[in-house]
């Protein structure tokens, strides 16, 4: 057994130990946060104009914060903020310092991208919780020489744009290109494939030199890395990928829900892996899994500070817009099986920030969370309320009942005879698949999760529709607006995207022909 191995493990271990004595939950956890943000940035112009020493010096300093600073979203924030520091004129204006960095949000097909501060701090910040997942990994039966073994990366380049006064890139890149030092024997693809743009390019050059890595972990969005593996097993002949890295034990993913991707992953692997979700966005690293048995939780101790809005129409209107008051609750206000939009205020200069992402708590004592959504991407034509949640897990009982491997989806929702319809689009690679057993399959597996769309079924929402598409497709429309590969996913509900897409799957059905 290998000294190295043995060691790491050893140290992992008792590291965990330590790590788990330490109370990480809790309000008064999350208040102390609050205390070191306020602190660190009253010196700031946003601290100056919203008072963070006098919020500091109040009896109540974070019920005092939640009323004297408004709450924003990206538009808001840049245009009062961020945007003198992508000016590059001024420093010291949501965080101290100037900001070096900016990363390009993943969106999705139909977004454009959002150039999101990175800090210095947020860096450290991030760093030190992706070393948390690591002693996560004592809680796993992982032989003693997988602490040996490469950990493959799979993100956006590490070659940045060089902008006037910074750079900017996707977050994976811009980590990826300054790991630790300690780390650099084990990350892969390496430094050259690493800064590789073009993303055909960069799958090719790992493909190329997959054989010659030993893999023990790899990390990335479902969708690209299910891509990359599949030419891995074609270049070289495999039946599967544990054929040419045996010791592949460990992935994380984050980004989509990874449900609908786990029966073409198993197809693909020849023994068992473990499979940790993370929760890292652009503006911090919000929440990971730390052990087999649990989902994510949040992470409270580390530079980001949560507030929670009730996911209704008292707070958004129908196209996922915040209203100007939204209710804004604490930790302990929460109520575990409700939708909440998240609010964060970060170390990178966020404040009372709408990140944009929906969740559920499934332990308020814990703080384990499912993410459920996106504030704008829900379908609410006629009130049926149709939250991203609601669409995987009926694409889970579709895909279970009738054996399919459907890994990619979308709706959109159009006019129907005066009122209206859903439009969906189904990734399914097999021929021949009963289309109309489907659509009633699947109509009938979201009447059982969402009352709202139950009822308007029987009203306004008077029919579905359903449409499959080959996977590679989706994948194809992401190349084609400039978004492949790295963090970018495709949306599951098509918004002001559907015509374009319509007309991109007719142009793909003729040139199939």
Same mark, same amino acid.
Request: negative net charge; glycine residues 8%.
């Given at each position: 057994m290998a000294v190295v191995g043995v060691l790491l493990n050893g140290v992992v271990r008792k590291k965990r130990a330590n790590f788990n004595k330490k109370k990480l939950v809790g309000p008064d956890v999350q208040d102390q946060t609050l205390k070191f943000l306020l602190s660190k940035a009253r010196q700031t112009q946003i601290g100056k104009k919203y008072n963070f020493t006098g919020i500091l010096e109040s009896e109540?300093?974070?019920? #005092?914060?939640?009323?004297?600073?408004? *709450?924003? =979203?990206?538009?808001?924030?840049?245009?009062?903020?961020?945007?003198?520091?992508?000016?590059g004129e001024q420093k010291n204006v949501c965080w101290p310092g100037k900001v070096k960095y900016f990363g390009l949000t993943s969106g999705t097909s139909n977004d454009s991208s959002k150039r999101v501060p990175l800090t210095t701090q947020m860096i450290r910040s991030i760093r030190k919780i992706g070393i948390r997942q690591l002693l996560a990994l004592a809680d796993f039966d992982l032989p003693a020489n997988f602490y040996e073994k490469s950990v493959l990366m799979l993100g956006g380049s590490t070659s940045l744009v060089k902008m006037e006064t910074y750079f900017e890139g996707d977050l994976s890149g811009i980590l990826a290109g300054r790991l630790p030092f300690w780390f650099n024997r084990f990350y892969k693809p390496g430094k050259p494939i690493a800064r590789e743009r073009e993303w055909d390019k960069k799958l090719d050059k790992i493909v190329k030199e997959a054989y010659k890595w030993d893999i023990g972990g790899i990390s990335g969005v479902p969708a690209w890395v299910q891509i990359l593996l599949e030419r891995?097993?074609?270049?070289?002949?495999?039946?599967?990928?544990?054929?040419?890295?045996?010791? /592949?034990?460990?992935? %994380?993913? +984050?980004?989509?829900? &990874?449900d609908p991707y786990r029966k073409s992953f198993a197809k693909l692997l020849g023994q068992e892996v473990y499979f940790l979700e993370t929760y890292l966005a652009s503006e911090g690293f919000l929440a990971y899994q730390r052990s087999r048995e649990s989902v994510m939780q949040l992470v409270l101790d580390n530079? *980001?500070? &949560?507030? &929670?809005? !009730?996911?209704?129409?008292?707070? &958004?209107?129908? =196209?996922?817009?915040? *209203?100007?008051? !939204?209710?804004?609750?604490?930790?302990?206000? *929460?109520?575990? +099986?409700?939708?909440?939009?998240?609010?964060?205020? #970060?170390?990178?200069? %966020?404040?009372?920030?709408?990140?944009?992402?929906?969740?559920? /708590?499934?332990?308020?004592?814990?703080c384990e969370i499912v993410i459920t959504g996106r504030t704008k991407h829900f379908l609410s034509l006629c009130g049926e309320h149709l939250s991203v949640d609601n669409m995987t897990r009926a694409m889970q009982m579709v895909s279970d009942e009738l054996g399919l491997d459907i890994k990619e989806f979308a709706v959109? +929702?159009?006019?129907?005879?005066?009122?209206? %319809?859903?439009?969906?689009?189904? +990734?399914?690679?097999?021929l021949d698949v009963p289309v109309e057993t489907i659509k009633e399959k699947l109509d009938k597996a979201l009447k059982t999760l969402n009352d709202d769309y139950a009822v308007e079924r029987k009203a306004a929402l008077k029919e579905i529709f359903v449409e499959i598409v080959p996977n590679r497709v989706f994948y194809d429309y992401l190349k084609f607006k400039g978004k492949e590969g790295g963090q970018h996913k495709f949306p599951r509900v098509l918004n002001g995207m559907a015509k374009e897409w319509a007309q991109f799957i007719t142009e793909f059905r003729n040139g199939a022909q």
């Open positions: 109540n300093p974070t019920r #005092t914060f939640q009323r004297s600073v408004p *709450v924003y =979203d990206y538009e808001k924030i840049y245009s009062e903020w961020w945007h003198k520091l992508v000016s891995i097993i074609e270049a070289y002949g495999l039946k599967n990928i544990h054929e040419i890295w045996p010791n /592949f034990k460990v992935y %994380a993913h +984050g980004g989509v829900n &990874f530079c *980001v500070f &949560f507030e &929670f809005i !009730p996911f209704n129409e008292q707070n &958004f209107s129908t =196209d996922g817009h915040l *209203v100007p008051h !939204p209710q804004t609750l604490l930790l302990d206000e *929460v109520e575990e +099986g409700k939708e909440y939009a998240l609010l964060i205020s #970060t170390c990178a200069g %966020a404040w009372r920030y709408l990140i944009g992402d929906t969740v559920k /708590f499934t332990s308020v004592e814990q959109a +929702g159009i006019p129907y005879h005066g009122l209206f %319809a859903h439009q969906w689009y189904l +990734g399914i690679d097999e």
